[in-house]
């Protein structure tokens, strides 16, 4: 476990640190700093202080551990100091900052840097000029994970309050936060610096909310704001905070405000109450789809005509992995950038992207605008063309194909086209067959986009009466002027 690298680079150590701190932090800054810590910037700073700028409770004993070894051992760099004081406080928020660490350390190798300070091992810089063992334990990176994807939810930004109940809720914890953890970091076999790299390609904002929950100490309390995303909350959905910051760090976005427009469980699975729930949204949509993977086409085809009839109109792929025996669940969002629409032709966007959520957590981006369709008798295309003349489907190269029941759906993954291969998956060629459990559709933005939408419904529904009772008159109308023989057929 761990990998070897070496380096002759000598660490970037300004000559005095102290004076260029004071020069990267407001004067505003370092007044409400020392208020905040109440003793000169040269006093020390205690493990018991800078667990309570944490927020963590005492009932996570072992991830307070966790976030006074990481932060100890960031504070060694670039000069290998034991004792943390005001001045180093504010080299390790520095740290975390990119604009600010771009001023003092230009050329750190931020990434190797943040693995070593997760390790369990002693470190010491610099540290790349002989050849080292870094490791990290797997239970370990899984917790601290757990810590960044709850303060990524709920301090989304440097001034927020922070609810501790609603971040460390044990039972939230375990059933949500550590499960989605786990799919971000799955495909680390080895927990090396290279596969840590990728994790942050997935997850490229994950450290932000540090810098965030670091920072509060630049803030007096009166300065502190709720947290723009809001306790959420999610009855009864596949939807959770945990799903939704995986899906937002994968985004690159700190936040997001999301309403409920479709629940299959709720308002049935059928393409006429997903249109009705979805269509005139004006604003992106997040689809969310779970399934269990079937594992034997020929005998669940044998049990189910519906999905040999599917099977039937859906090619099979060549050369490529097509059964698993494990993991048997599969959690799949699409952020579709344009609204919903039915045309014989396609919508999306460039910034729709196809989001693997568990069992591993892999992203797919777009490359073309023309990335989805929907057809009430043919189901809904992600990546793929629409169906032949003779009812085949045309499934991409990596693409989700689900059927017009809302019953089957295929992801599959054989090399570019509208989107691009995953990021973990890179050359992989697989197809995933699933048996939908839920099918959920939200809706990016909040009430006055509800408000918008209902407006554009009631519009539709009152011309549609309109239209019929132009249609009404006509035809009362036209009975008229044939009963006067004005027009239609005269007699020979």
């Given at each position: 476990?761990?990998?070897?690298?070496?380096?002759t680079?000598?660490?970037?150590?300004?000559k005095?640190?102290n004076t260029?701190i004071?020069?990267?932090?407001?004067v505003?800054?370092l007044?409400?700093?020392?208020?905040?810590?109440?003793?000169?910037?040269?006093?020390?700073i205690?493990?018991?202080?800078?667990?309570?700028?944490?927020y963590?409770p005492d009932?996570?004993?072992?991830l307070?551990?966790l976030y006074?070894r990481?932060?100890?051992n960031l504070?060694k760099?670039?000069?290998?100091?034991?004792?943390i004081?005001?001045?180093?406080?504010?080299k390790?928020i520095?740290?975390?900052?990119k604009?600010r660490?771009?001023?003092?350390?230009?050329?750190?190798e931020?990434?190797?840097i943040?693995?070593?300070?997760l390790?369990?091992?002693e470190?010491?810089?610099?540290?790349?000029e002989?050849?080292h063992?870094i490791?990290?334990?797997?239970?370990?990176l899984i917790?601290?994970?757990?810590?960044l994807?709850?303060?990524?939810?709920?301090c989304?930004?440097?001034?927020?309050?922070?609810n501790?109940?609603?971040?460390?809720?044990?039972h939230?914890?375990?059933?949500?936060?550590?499960?989605?953890?786990?799919?971000?970091?799955r495909?680390?076999?080895?927990?090396?610096?290279?596969e840590?790299?990728?994790v942050?390609?997935?997850?490229?904002?994950i450290?932000?909310?540090?810098?965030?929950?670091?920072?509060?100490?630049?803030?007096?309390?009166d300065?502190l704001?709720?947290?723009?995303?809001?306790?959420?909350?999610f009855?009864?959905?596949k939807?959770n905070q945990?799903i939704?910051c995986q899906?937002?760090l994968?985004?690159?976005?700190?936040s997001m405000d999301i309403?409920?427009l479709?629940?299959?469980?709720e308002?049935?699975?059928?393409?006429?109450?997903?249109?009705?729930?979805?269509?005139?949204?004006?604003?992106p949509t997040?689809?969310?789809?779970t399934?269990?993977k079937?594992i034997?086409?020929?005998?669940y085809?044998e049990?189910?005509n519906?999905?040999k009839?599917?099977l039937?109109?859906?090619?099979?792929?060549?050369?490529?992995?097509?059964t698993?025996?494990?993991?048997?669940h599969y959690?799949?969002?699409?952020?579709?950038?344009?609204p919903w629409k039915?045309?014989k032709?396609?919508?999306?966007?460039l910034?729709?992207?196809i989001?693997?959520?568990s069992?591993?957590?892999?992203?797919?981006?777009?490359t073309?605008p023309?990335?989805v369709?929907?057809?009430?008798?043919?189901?809904i295309?992600i990546?793929?063309?629409?169906?032949?003349?003779?009812n085949?489907y045309?499934?991409?190269?990596?693409?989700?194909?689900?059927?017009?029941?809302?019953?089957?759906?295929v992801?599959?993954?054989s090399?570019?086209?509208v989107?691009?291969t995953?990021?973990?998956?890179?050359?992989?060629?697989?197809?995933?067959?699933l048996?939908?459990q839920s099918?959920?559709?939200?809706?990016?933005?909040?009430?006055k986009?509800?408000?918008e939408?209902k407006?554009?419904?009631?519009w539709e529904e009152?011309?549609a009466q309109?239209?019929?009772h132009?249609?009404?008159?006509?035809t009362?109308?036209?009975?008229?002027l044939?009963?006067?023989?004005?027009?239609?057929?005269?007699?020979?």
């Open positions: 476990m761990g990998q070897k690298y070496s380096s680079e000598t660490l970037p150590l300004p005095n640190p260029l004071k020069e990267i932090f407001t505003s800054e007044i409400t700093f020392q208020k905040r810590i109440n003793r000169s910037l040269d006093d020390i205690s493990d018991k202080e800078i667990i309570k700028f944490s963590i009932s996570k004993p072992h307070q551990h006074l990481f932060i100890r504070n760099y670039p000069s290998n100091d034991n004792i004081t005001g001045y180093s406080y504010l390790i520095t740290l975390l900052n604009k660490r771009n001023k003092m350390f230009p050329k750190i931020w990434i190797k943040i693995f070593m300070c390790s369990d091992e470190v010491q810089f610099p540290c790349w002989t050849t063992d490791h990290v334990l797997e239970n370990d917790e601290f994970i757990s810590l994807l709850t303060l990524n939810m709920n989304c930004t440097d001034y927020c309050l922070i501790q109940d609603l971040t460390f809720n044990d939230d914890w375990d059933t949500y936060w550590r499960k989605s953890a786990s799919c971000i970091v495909d680390m076999k080895e927990c090396n610096v290279e840590f790299e990728n942050l390609l997935i997850v490229p904002n450290f932000d909310c540090l810098k965030n929950l670091i920072e509060h100490s630049l803030y007096t309390k300065q704001k709720e947290c723009p995303l809001g306790p959420s909350q009855t009864k959905t939807m945990a939704l899906i937002l994968s985004m690159r976005k700190r309403s409920k479709y629940i299959g469980r308002n049935g699975y059928s393409m006429r109450s997903f249109q009705s729930k979805v269509f005139k949204w004006k604003a997040i689809l969310l789809i399934g269990k079937i034997n086409d020929q005998e085809s049990k189910n519906r999905y009839s599917f039937n109109s859906y090619p099979r792929l060549k050369d490529g992995k097509t698993f025996q494990t993991p048997l959690t799949f969002a699409i952020y579709i950038e344009e039915m045309t032709g396609y919508f999306g966007g910034h729709t992207k989001i693997q959520l069992p591993r957590q892999d992203v797919f981006t777009c073309d023309n990335a369709y929907f057809h009430t008798q043919n189901g295309g990546g793929n063309e629409h169906m032949s003349s003779d085949k045309k499934p991409g190269n990596v693409s989700i194909t689900i059927d017009s029941t809302l019953e089957f759906a992801f599959r993954h090399g570019p086209g989107f691009k995953g990021i973990i998956a890179n050359q992989e060629i697989f197809e995933i067959r048996h939908i099918v959920e559709v939200w809706g990016c933005g909040g009430a986009e509800l408000a939408q407006h554009e419904w009631e009152r011309e309109r239209r019929q132009v249609s009404m008159h006509v009362e109308d036209r009975a008229l044939e009963l006067a023989g004005i027009i239609g057929e005269r007699p020979v």
